[in-house]
């Protein structure tokens, strides 16, 4: 080894006063000098280990590797990617300078507008480059204090892109908080009251200070947001439950969670335009004097009728009138001036076009989440280098808490089990002996799949015959839960037959499992939903005539997502934590069942596709799916910690998201919206309640409006071309969805131009590699003679 080398940094002294500190300008010079004298130190030792290692013969490469010359190993060791953690004393001074500059681009005071005393001055130090633990102390100790100095968000930046270990990192981490940390705390000890504190400083004269009450007012208000943000985030049901799952049981799972968020933001989403533009204004503007309501049984609950029928959650509680809030005459007998009554609203109107405007900005939000789900599922490039990834980079040295480490440990370990087995799978192919095998069994699950399907299909379309046939009398509304109780016991015996099924196939992946059974629960789903939107708006309507049958439907929607929250509960109870009791105390086994990922995943689509299909009967009802959401997710986590155990065959979910929000997009919003058009457009609206009772079709309040616009001058003709040119026409239905047709094209091409310049630029970086090695071969080479001829 190379003896070290002991460069003295000499600091100059001040002529005059012995005792006096450096100005400014020397204490820059000194950082410069001793940021030079340790890169010259640097090369000195990275040229006498060259020479040294030269002198032993100890240039051993790989096998059948050429060992190179000092020549050669000089110009190899001064590129950039070989002089990366040389030194630890040059590392942490290279990144005090660092430190250094940026503080003084800070808003920091300069060092000659303090105090000498306040001042930090290298002459306390001793700067001889000795390679002990003394002097990396030291410098350890500059590089602190100015880490110090830094913003938060600057300090993590320049200790993130530290070439030092995990453990020196996370210590230089942990000096350079310890007086920030105490600061912190003080801090968040009167953060309760810093809102109402800063009101202490309200100035008496108000003729004087008018903008500093302005600031106080905003102050206050902005702190006063910050904690109510703050007090949101940490109230989440999800803030840690999430990494958890993600940890214990895999991306497959973790999925599932997700997804259930997801819903839970469209369904908040969709809820606020109905809540302010119908639910409040008309909760304000009662139609007339309300009925007597009936007595509370309970029964309400899960029927959605009784007291709860003539309210804000029907569609026939809202007026077909004008809205306006009349003034209360005077008392001495005049009559209200003309303009003393509010501005009118047409509660009609407004319930068209709230709706519609409802169903447009889901679509939009869904649409973006899916291209999102796909631009982060698919993304542009191959994974090659995943593995590599996830053993090298995927620690957050940032985790300093117990519990936060072991999440991400669990998180990790996770992510290698899914990655190996997905690599194991594209290295294991299936014989042809049993992909014939394999091919048999398909077609005949799948047989036994559809005949199933057909059953069940027939089984509600008879059942649904029958209820029609036999109305039910008042008191008799339990009655009404019979056909929302057949429909969830057939989606809950057909998914548990696809999964004994699944089982008897044996399927070579585990994702193509999950796959294939949301295919077949997502067919048998569609079409008893099909014959149920035929049986509302075809057999119902024409069976209610004379009354309220959008009210009836609105209900009937109701009834049937609490019947399916019921069942899942019952699901939850009967399939995993009783089925974990009998295994674990009677057949004396420690396997718990498995979370099935296709039959939960497929009972939310279900249910928000039933939210979207009573959205315009019931406005109330995404309220009602936001509560069952909720539920749901504490349901679920809470058994999934309990009862059930990770997949047994760990796999890669990387695409579940985006399929999750493909099947919510096209069969399930699509058919809603398809629905609710026929609805609109063709179904003739009750003649005894809603706001569009004197109307032929709910779109007829649109055309009465435009009328309206016409009659009243020519200031709003423009309103009535819009709506013969923009709305009535076909012709711009046409062109609009060209136009969306175009763009996905376009789309397409770009991300195929993409991945075709990504394929040759990734064939340009292997050729520069071979290149590399070529011209060292050369070079070698070239010594080689140069040597012989010497």
Not at 13 to 30: C, F, I, T
Not at 53 to 61: A, D, E, I, P, T
Not at 439 to 445: E, Y
Request: charged share 20%; with cysteine.
């Amino acid at each position: 080894m190379a003896q070290p080398l002991a460069l003295v940094l000499n600091v100059p002294e001040a002529l005059g006063d012995q005792d006096q500190e450096p100005s400014p300008y020397e204490e820059s010079e000194v950082h410069d000098s001793f940021h030079q004298l340790i890169q010259e130190q640097s090369q000195l030792a990275e040229e006498l280990e060259l020479q040294q290692r030269h002198g032993h013969q100890s240039l051993l490469g790989p096998e059948g590797a050429p060992v190179h010359s000092a020549a050669t190993l000089r110009i190899l060791a001064s590129m950039p990617s070989r002089t990366i953690g040389r030194s630890r004393g040059a590392i942490i001074s290279q990144y005090y300078n660092r430190t250094v500059k940026l503080r003084r681009r800070g808003s920091r005071p300069l060092l000659g507008d303090m105090v000498h005393s306040a001042r930090p001055s290298l002459r306390l130090y001793d700067l001889e480059l000795d390679p002990t633990a003394l002097e990396e102390d030291e410098k350890q100790g500059l590089l602190v204090k100015e880490l110090q100095g830094l913003s938060v968000a600057q300090r993590d930046h320049m200790l993130r892109g530290m070439p030092l270990n995990l453990a020196e990192k996370r210590c230089l981490r942990e000096k350079s908080q310890v007086q920030r940390g105490k600061r912190r705390a003080r801090q968040d000890r009167g953060g309760v009251f810093s809102c109402c504190s800063r009101l202490r400083y309200w100035p008496p004269n108000p003729g004087l200070a008018l903008g500093l009450r302005v600031t106080c007012v905003v102050l206050a208000l902005h702190s006063l947001g910050l904690a109510l943000l703050s007090g949101l985030h940490a109230v989440r049901p999800w803030r840690h439950t999430l990494k958890q799952i993600g940890g214990q049981f895999g991306s497959s799972v973790l999925s599932y969670f997700l997804f259930l968020k997801t819903l839970l933001a469209f369904n908040a989403l969709l809820l606020l335009l109905p809540l302010g533009l119908l639910v409040g204004v008309q909760a304000a503007l009662p139609p007339g004097p309300p009925d007597p309501a009936p007595a509370f049984t309970g029964l309400e609950l899960l029927t959605g009728g009784g007291c709860f029928t003539h309210t804000v959650m029907y569609y026939g509680y809202y007026s077909n009138a004008t809205l306006s809030q009349s003034c209360v005459p005077p008392r001495d007998g005049h009559q209200c001036s003309p303009g003393a009554s509010s501005l009118p609203y047409n509660m009609p109107l407004a319930y068209l076009f709230t709706m519609g405007a409802a169903f447009f900005i889901t679509c939009i939000s869904l649409v973006y989440s899916m291209s999102h789900a796909f631009g982060e599922s698919y993304r542009v490039g191959s994974t090659k280098g995943v593995h590599a990834i996830t053993v090298f980079c995927s620690w957050d040295y940032k985790v300093t808490e117990k519990r936060a480490s072991r999440l991400q440990q669990d998180n990790i370990r996770t992510q290698l089990k899914e990655l190996l087995a997905e690599w194991q799978l594209h290295r294991s192919p299936q014989s042809l002996r049993g992909r014939l095998r394999q091919a048999v069994l398909l077609g005949l699950a799948w047989l036994l799949c559809l005949g199933t399907m057909l059953g069940c299909s027939v089984a509600v379309f008879v059942f649904s015959e029958v209820m029609i046939q036999s109305p039910v009398s008042a008191g008799q509304e339990a009655r009404l839960l019979a056909l929302p109780l057949v429909v969830s016991l057939l989606n809950l015996g057909a998914s548990y037959l696809f999964r004994g099924l699944a089982a008897l196939e044996r399927h070579e992946s585990p994702g193509l499992e999950v796959y294939v059974a949301i295919c077949r629960n997502l067919i048998l789903k569609m079409a008893i939903l099909g014959i149920l939107c035929y049986h509302w708006l075809g057999r119902r309507v024409a069976a209610l005539q004379g009354q309220c049958w959008e009210d009836f439907v609105g209900q009937e929607l109701y009834r049937f997502m609490v019947m399916d929250f019921v069942f899942a509960l019952l699901d939850t109870l009967f399939g995993e934590l009783v089925w974990r009791l009998i295994s674990e105390r009677k057949l004396k086994r420690r396997r718990k069942p498995e979370f099935d990922i296709a039959r939960n995943v497929l009972d939310l689509i279900y249910g928000q596709t039933l939210t979207w299909l009573g959205v315009l009967f019931s406005p109330l009802l995404p309220a009602v799916q936001v509560l069952r959401l909720l539920l749901l997710f504490l349901v679920k986590k809470a058994s999934l910690m309990a009862n059930c155990q990770a997949p047994r065959r760990p796999w890669l979910a990387s695409h579940m998201s985006t399929v999750f929000l493909t099947l919510l997009c096209f069969p399930s919003f699509l058919g809603a919206a398809i629905f609710l058009c026929y609805a609109v457009w063709q179904v003739k609206p009750s003649s005894t309640c809603g706001p569009f009772r004197t109307l032929d079709t709910m779109y007829e309040a649109g055309r009465v409006w435009v009328r309206h616009l016409e009659s009243a001058g020519p200031g709003a003709s423009w309103v009535p071309w819009l709506h013969r040119y923009l709305v009535d026409s076909t012709f711009f239905l046409f062109l609009a969805s060209a136009l969306l047709l175009a763009i996905i094209y376009f789309n397409i091409q770009v991300v195929k131009g993409q991945r075709k310049v990504i394929s040759l630029l990734k064939e340009q970086i292997r050729n520069e590699g071979e290149d590399k090695i070529f011209l060292i071969n050369r070079l070698h080479s070239v010594y080689e003679r140069k040597e012989r001829s010497r």
